[in-house]
């Protein structure tokens, strides 16, 4: 099913992560979600009380001769995500206590510039069933911007605040694992992956930092829960796994995925992309006049407005929110919200004839 920009929405590639990223174009990308081997390091059985087994990680890929060598691995995946990333574009990767720490310090070493750290606490943990240690209830995600001063990248922070009740997100998750129906099989019934995650927690991610069509890069694809919650939001993703088994039951479930509508993906629009108007520009508008007065919320203070757009009370001048900043004996001031007009209904906040013209230029 093509996106409405008429491409298809996801490729899966089955192979070495670094060696397909190599293959990609330069600057390619829009956001990088990796879930690499974490290097467990386990030493023998894990049995439960009732000395069942725990389906613990004891595959292959998760084996490392030493920290050397890990530390290798991470270092020539992340350049090579890098290299694909544009330069506005961004990187999640998820760890547990086992290797996050190691990962961290390489993504620095690199220039990539850490967001934020993300605790992904899940309300339904695995018990630590020998009791020696606090149960390992979270894992932890890093969000990382290409380089430093990168200030183009995207954050959805108006609908990441919609969803969690008008509330500011915070960086503590709690979210279930990826558990019945969502839990994929294999033929015996068994789990198809150990550590699969909840769709739940990439379309959160997705939704926050991306943009519908935006390229989604998962160079450990497993069964393809980027690639499903990806084409869910309508966009686009680029999925690289080593195991045919896996590719072959991510394939499987993705083909299955509908997509929402182009229409209900819209989310809460953010100020911050709104385009700039200074106060100058309402008066060149005519919105307001040179001489024209401007009040504070209650009417008690007053200043003129002047043709280059700055105020004037007494003698005290500056823009509108220098002003209103000086006469509060305050640091700063937001002038938008503090100065109001008059109007036949009762003053009114300027913001109101920011927003006219905005209106106008959209």
Same mark, same amino acid.
């Given at each position: 099913?093509?996106n409405k920009?008429?491409e298809? @929405?996801?490729?899966?590639?089955?192979?070495d992560?670094?060696a397909?990223?190599?293959r990609? @174009?330069?600057k390619?990308?829009d #956001?990088v979600?990796? /879930?690499?081997p974490y290097?467990?390091?386990l030493?023998?059985?894990?049995l439960?009380?009732?000395?069942s087994?725990?389906d613990a990680?004891?595959e292959?890929w998760d084996?490392?001769?030493?920290?050397?060598a890990? /530390?290798?691995?991470?270092?020539a995946?992340?350049?090579?995500?890098?290299?694909?990333?544009? /330069?506005?574009?961004?990187?999640?990767v &998820?760890?547990?206590?086992h290797?996050? *720490?190691?990962?961290?310090?390489?993504l620095?070493d690199?220039?990539?510039?850490?967001?934020?750290?993300?605790?992904w606490r899940?309300?339904n943990?695995?018990?630590n069933?020998?009791?020696?240690?606090?149960?390992n209830?979270?894992?932890t995600l &890093?969000?990382a911007? %290409?380089h430093r001063?990168?200030?183009?990248?995207?954050f959805?922070?108006d609908? !990441?605040k919609?969803?969690?009740?008008?509330l500011q997100?915070?960086?503590?998750?709690?979210?279930?694992l990826?558990?019945?129906?969502?839990?994929?099989?294999?033929?015996?019934?068994? %789990?198809?992956? @150990?550590?699969q995650?909840?769709?739940?927690? #990439?379309?959160?991610?997705? #939704?926050?930092?991306t943009r519908?069509?935006d !390229?989604?890069l998962?160079p450990f694809?497993?069964v393809?829960t980027?690639g499903?919650?990806?084409k869910r939001?309508g966009?686009r993703?680029?999925?690289?796994?080593q195991?045919?088994g896996?590719?072959?039951? +991510?394939?499987s479930?993705i083909e %299955?995925?509908?997509?929402?509508?182009p229409d209900e993906?819209?989310i809460?629009?953010?100020r911050?992309?709104e385009?700039?108007?200074p106060?100058?520009?309402i008066v060149?508008?005519?919105?307001?006049? @040179?001489g024209d007065?401007l009040y504070c919320?209650r009417?008690?203070?007053?200043?003129?407005?002047r043709a280059d757009?700055?105020?004037?009370?007494?003698?005290l001048?500056?823009s509108?929110?220098?002003l209103?900043?000086m006469?509060?004996?305050?640091? +700063?001031?937001?002038?938008w919200t503090?100065?109001? *007009?008059?109007? /036949?209904?009762? #003053?009114?906040?300027i913001?109101v004839l920011?927003?006219?013209v905005r209106?106008?230029?959209?």
């Open positions: 099913m093509a920009r008429g298809e @929405p996801g490729r899966i590639i089955l192979g992560c670094i397909e990223m190599a990609l @174009p330069e390619s990308v #956001l979600f990796a /879930d690499p290097n467990l390091q030493g023998g059985e894990l439960r009380p009732d000395n087994k725990v990680v004891d292959d084996q490392f001769a030493s920290f050397e890990y /530390d290798a691995f991470t270092r995946w992340l350049a090579a995500a890098r290299r694909v990333l544009k /330069d506005e574009g961004a990187l999640w &998820i760890g547990s206590y290797n996050i *720490f190691r990962v961290g310090a390489a620095q690199l220039r990539f510039w850490i967001l934020n750290d993300v605790v899940k309300a943990p695995m018990p069933f020998k009791g020696t240690r606090f149960t209830a979270h894992e &890093i969000w911007a %290409k001063g990168a200030r183009r990248y995207t959805n922070y609908a !990441l919609v969803a969690n009740d008008d997100m915070r960086s503590d998750w709690t979210l279930p990826a558990t019945g129906e969502e839990r994929l099989k294999d033929e015996t019934g068994a %789990k198809a992956h @150990p550590t995650k909840p769709e739940a927690l #990439l379309h959160r991610l997705i #939704l926050a930092t519908p069509g !390229l989604i998962d694809f497993g393809g980027t499903a919650a990806a939001l966009r993703f680029i999925g690289i796994e195991n045919p896996y590719v072959s039951l +991510a394939r479930r %299955k995925v509908v997509a929402v509508a993906l819209e809460t629009g953010s911050r992309d385009p700039r108007v106060f100058g520009q060149e508008a005519g919105l307001l006049r @040179p007065t919320p009417g008690e203070r007053a200043a003129k407005v757009g700055s105020l004037v009370m007494g003698e001048s500056g509108i929110h220098k209103g900043a006469v509060q004996a305050a640091p +700063a001031c937001n002038g503090y100065w109001h *007009f008059r109007t /036949d209904k009762g #003053l009114a906040p913001d920011r927003a006219r209106a106008e230029m959209a």
